[in-house]
């Protein structure tokens, strides 16, 4: 736990030098962890200054308490008929030249071909044979803590389902959050009851940095609003999609 409260410190550190979109710049050196909700929607370009797409979203490992993928809509007409891609964290940049723009380390043609997937296939992501094929399609090594238990690999990413026993499937996909989902969501204690809710999370473009969750106790107590940061690894899953810390309301 005190190893927690102190990267639950360095977190809020990192929350006052990070003031959202404008953390993109070369400038910047090594950048701290930066804010979700600043970074979805931010454009996505090659090296060659390309358009690539759009951040969508970001799917976090709930098990690891890492970030797993960097979801990007590209293509279609204003939102319609785009499609969805994912990429390991350690091919996006936010040291860019370009303000509110991220890069990928990516070719246009190379992009073309990267696999895509639908929304509703967001478990099969956490198959080991995707990890795999994503992370090897951009040639990065899976880390062995994403792996885990070995299941039988499973076909393209497109349209695949139903190639693993479902007890694992689901067991497995519980593991997968979006971090649009968890946003506004419900903070609980140990004993079940609310304290706050998840107003944002810090995320670095690697896997190796653990994601914090950002949650503000509101208007649940007569004092002013706290804001709290937490590893995700630290939370657990409750029913419903609320997280919950293991400590009580007066902690």
């Given at each position: 736990m005190r190893r927690a409260v102190?990267?639950?410190?360095?977190?809020?550190?990192?929350?006052?030098a990070v003031?959202?979109?404008?953390?993109?710049?070369?400038?910047?050196?090594?950048?701290?962890p930066l804010r979700a909700r600043g970074l979805i929607g931010?454009?996505?370009?090659?090296?060659?200054?390309?358009?690539?797409?759009?951040?969508?979203?970001?799917?976090?490992?709930?098990?690891?308490?890492k970030l797993q993928y960097v979801v990007i809509s590209s293509g279609g007409f204003f939102g319609l008929r785009s499609k969805l891609k994912v990429v390991p964290p350690q091919v996006v940049s936010a040291?860019?030249?370009?303000?509110?723009?991220?890069?990928?380390?990516?070719?246009?043609?190379?992009?073309?071909?990267a696999p895509t997937?639908?929304?509703?296939?967001?478990?099969?992501?956490?198959?080991?044979?995707?990890?795999r094929q994503v992370y090897q399609f951009y040639g990065q090594t899976p880390p062995p803590d994403l792996l885990g238990d070995r299941a039988p690999p499973a076909g393209g990413l497109t349209g695949s389902t139903g190639r693993v026993s479902?007890?694992?499937?689901?067991?497995?996909?519980?593991?997968?959050?979006?971090?649009?989902?968890?946003?506004?969501?419900?903070?609980?204690?140990?004993?079940?009851?609310?304290i706050g809710k998840v107003t944002d999370l810090l995320i670095a473009?690697?896997?190796?940095?653990?994601?914090?969750?950002?949650?503000?106790?509101?208007?649940?107590?007569?004092?002013?609003?706290?804001?709290?940061?937490?590893?995700l690894r630290n939370m657990s899953m409750v029913s419903g999609g609320k997280l919950s810390v293991p400590v009580d309301r007066q902690t």
């Open positions: 102190a990267m639950a410190l360095a977190a809020m550190a990192a929350v006052a003031s959202g979109r404008g953390q993109t710049n070369r400038s910047v050196g090594r950048l701290p931010m454009e996505v370009e090659d090296k060659d200054g390309q358009k690539m797409g759009k951040v969508r979203d970001f799917v976090l490992n709930a098990r690891t308490g040291a860019t030249a370009k303000r509110n723009t991220l890069e990928l380390n990516s070719t246009r043609t190379r992009w073309d071909q997937f639908r929304a509703s296939e967001l478990a099969t992501l956490a198959q080991p044979g995707h990890i479902g007890n694992r499937a689901r067991s497995r996909s519980t593991e997968l959050k979006l971090a649009g989902d968890l946003i506004g969501e419900p903070v609980l204690e140990r004993n079940q009851e609310r473009f690697d896997y190796s940095t653990p994601v914090l969750v950002i949650y503000s106790t509101g208007r649940l107590f007569k004092d002013r609003r706290h804001y709290y940061a937490v590893p």
